[in-house]
T-cell receptor, first 113, second 114 residues
Framework: GEDVEQSLFLSVREGDSSVINCTYT??????LYWYKQEPGAGLQLLTY?????DMKQDQRLTVLLNKKDKHLSLRIADTQTGDSAIYFC?????????????FGTGTKLQVIP | KAGVTQTPRYLIKTRGQQVTLSCSPI?????VSWYQQTPGQGLQFLFE???????NKGNFPGRFSGRQFSNSRSEMNVSTLELGDSALYLC?????????????FGPGTRLTVL
């Protein structure tokens, strides 16, 4: 089946850049997404990228997509302590008349003051 | 504008029971999607309702069902609860169906099955 993989943990110092990586296997992905989940809270959609794009920038967030390698990354510039959370990547793809939604395992970002 | 609300926030049930969770979308949003989050399986998509019809579904057994009312509020039902159904159940709303790039999530309902 289709998988979306992420490293479990990332630790960075406040002010540095964070890069969270994600690999996926479904070559028919339509959109790819990044979500943030803070402790005890629901999900927050941070940004998304259409599968025919290579890059998308939104303020401190930069999403890079390498379709050939099926690799997605989220770069957070000038990382702040408020960025500490779990980050999930996800993809949607067409599957038998449905939109299949698959999430990654999540990466816990720890920002050290 | 109020966000997505879910009730109850916490729930404890025993195996074999059934449970109903409720989700009220953002005013004007017509689509409601449901997700299950567990430590073992991670985040998984359950189903999506739009205009009172299920429009999309994930890979869950028939014990998991839902419905949507004319005011776009949605309920999710799990029958014959199993220990593995213990999870955080999240709902999300969007204006249109399949608009996963414009979803807003509720805080979730934490279900514990004993």
């Amino acid at each position: 089946g289709e998988d979306v993989e992420q490293s479990l943990f990332l630790s960075v110092r406040e002010g540095d850049s964070s890069v969270i990586n994600c690999t996926y296997t479904d070559s028919s992905s339509t959109y790819l997404y990044w979500y943030k989940q803070e402790p005890g809270a629901g999900l927050q959609l941070l940004t998304y990228i259409f599968s025919n794009m290579d890059m998308k920038q939104d303020q401190r967030l930069t999403v890079l997509l390498n379709k050939k390698d099926k690799h997605l990354s989220l770069r957070i510039a000038d990382t702040q302590t408020g960025d500490s959370a779990i980050y999930f990547c996800a993809e949607t793809s067409n599957s038998g008349g449905y939109q299949k939604v698959t999430f990654g395992t999540g990466t816990k970002l720890q920002v050290i003051p | 504008k109020a966000g997505v609300t879910q009730t109850p926030r916490y729930l404890i049930k025993t195996r074999g029971q059934q449970v109903t969770l409720s989700c009220s979308p953002i005013s004007g949003h017509r689509s409601v999607s449901w997700y299950q989050q567990t430590p073992g399986q991670g985040l998984q998509f359950l189903f999506e309702y739009f205009s009172e019809t299920q429009r999309n579904k994930g890979n869950f057994p028939g014990r998991f069902s839902g419905r949507q009312f004319s005011n776009s509020r949605s309920e999710m039902n799990v029958s014959t609860l199993e220990l593995g159904d213990s999870a955080l159940y999240l709902c999300a709303s969007s204006l249109e169906q399949y608009s996963y790039n414009e979803q807003f999530f509720g805080p979730g309902t934490r279900l514990t099955v004993l």
